[in-house]
């Protein structure tokens, strides 16, 4: 499975980005797809995840109500609208596929592959 993330760029505070995912393969609707962030410095954390069918999602905290991860099964892609920005959302965003599936996992170590990320940047 191939994972290419898309959609980064510079927005001030305030601001919206919406990322993209595409995926390769013909199971992408059975995996539990996330996103997460890695600012410099610091280790990759959690931001959202969804499940394939369902699409019952699951959020980190500072992250709810201002972000929305949604999928397209029919284009193997996987989004996050991203609202009210804030600097302290820079990072490199990542996104991320579960093949097992097993839950909505919050963990760098739920996920077999990895996109290769793109650079959020909010300015305040």
């Known amino acids: 499975v191939q994972l290419q993330a898309s959609g980064g760029g510079l927005v001030q505070a305030g601001g919206s980005l919406r990322l993209s995912c595409a995926a390769s393969g013909r199971a992408f609707s059975t995996y539990v797809m996330g996103w997460f962030r890695q600012a410099p410095g610091n280790e990759r954390e959690f931001v959202a995840a969804i499940r394939g069918i369902s699409s019952v999602t699951r959020y980190e905290d500072s992250v709810k109500g201002r972000f929305t991860i949604s999928r397209d099964n029919a284009k193997n892609t996987v989004y996050l609208q991203m609202n009210s920005l804030k600097p302290e959302d820079t990072a490199v965003y990542y996104c991320?596929?579960?093949?097992?599936?097993?839950?909505?996992?919050?963990?760098?170590?739920?996920?077999?592959?990895w996109g290769q990320g793109t650079q959020v940047t909010v300015s305040s």
């Open positions: 991320a596929a579960d093949r097992r599936a097993s839950g909505v996992g919050a963990r760098v170590n739920d996920y077999d592959y």
